[in-house]
């Protein structure tokens, strides 16, 4: 159903240009335990080590650099490292910093998915969420220049990705965008369909999930909406969406990437039926948000991996 499925590629897939950020050092206190890949700043080069590291500490700094590079040899070939046309702009980008504490995240007692939160119902307008008891603080950005979001302890958490160096990304934007308009027009949706944690609009999502531990996948569609989806997933706007979220995932939290594809890979190894939504996407669904208006309410998907993105 997807698009990769019938040799379609779109220029995003095969070559994508990010501003490439320096980040932040790491934190040597991760967010997740050692056996989970955490945030991390993108590039895999080795360690310096540093003189006044102890030897313990070296060590520790070797051994992850060796888990490093065992994840990225058991990836395939085309996944172990960006494109060097997604790197040759390496500049120093400034991170924009939280007060945030990843580790106090709420999470499930097992520590795999993330807790619910009370519904919202209501939107809110710039003013509000910049007062108290809110007191969110706006950043001006010119929805271009990438810039990492980190906590307090400098862990990349988050990311504006910005958009490809491409003039012609604007007609990329414009065609996806008609595209869902007109999948909206033609799906036929259910009172439940319109109405959800994410807001009063209708939204459809397509791939592969497992929720609720069911033995199959359980995104099933009627066939008008599966057709519909299967079209969207094959419309090269979306799939340069797509090719450009992937990249940029890569970029800002290589390590959790390499880990979404490799465990991912291992599922549809096992399950020839399943199939990818976009060739080399780190994720196995997507929801279509349908408008004429889609602002979302604060929800959560506490379904998704908790240290995940």
């Known amino acids: 159903m997807a698009g990769e499925d019938e040799g379609i590629e779109s220029k995003d897939e095969r070559e994508i240009e990010i501003e490439t950020p320096s980040f932040p050092s790491p934190s040597p206190n991760p967010l997740a335990c050692p056996s989970q890949p955490t945030s991390q700043p993108a590039f895999n080069a080795a360690p310096s080590l540093r003189p006044d590291l102890t030897r313990k500490q070296r060590y520790a700094k070797e051994s992850r650099a060796r888990r490093r590079a065992a994840r990225q040899e058991s990836l395939p070939s085309e996944d172990r490292r960006l494109k060097s046309v997604a790197k040759k702009k390496q500049t ?20 795999w998915t993330g807790m619910r939160i009370v519904k919202e119902t209501e939107t809110y307008t710039l003013a509000e969420v910049t007062r108290a008891p809110h007191n969110l603080r706006h950043v001006q950005w010119d929805g271009k220049t990438p ?135 780190p994720w196995p669904a997507a929801t279509f948000n349908f408008g004429p208006w889609t602002i979302t309410l604060p929800h959560t998907d506490p379904g998704n991996l908790a240290f995940g993105w």
């Not at 990249?247 to 190894?269: C, H, M, Q, R, S």
């Open 92 to 111: 120093n980008l400034e991170a924009l910093p939280t007060p945030m504490d990843t580790e106090e995240l709420s999470a499930t007692s097992t520590g």
């Open 147 to 281: 810039r990492p979001i980190v906590d307090g302890q400098d862990r990349i958490i988050a990311a504006l990705a910005g958009q490809p160096n491409d003039p012609q990304w604007d007609g990329v934007s414009d065609g996806a965008a008609d595209a869902v308009r007109n999948a909206g027009e033609a799906c036929s949706f259910t009172p439940n369909q319109g109405k959800h944690r994410r807001g009063p609009f209708p939204a459809l999502a397509t791939g592969v999930s497992f929720g609720g531990g069911q033995q199959a996948s359980n995104l099933l569609n009627s066939t008008i909406n599966a057709l519909v989806l299967a079209s969207l997933l094959a419309n090269i706007s979306i799939q340069q969406l797509a090719g450009f979220a992937s990249t940029a995932y890569n970029v800002f939290a290589p390590t959790l990437f390499a880990y979404y594809i490799i465990e991912l890979g291992k599922l549809y190894d096992s399950n020839p039926n399943l199939k990818r939504n976009f060739r080399k996407s």
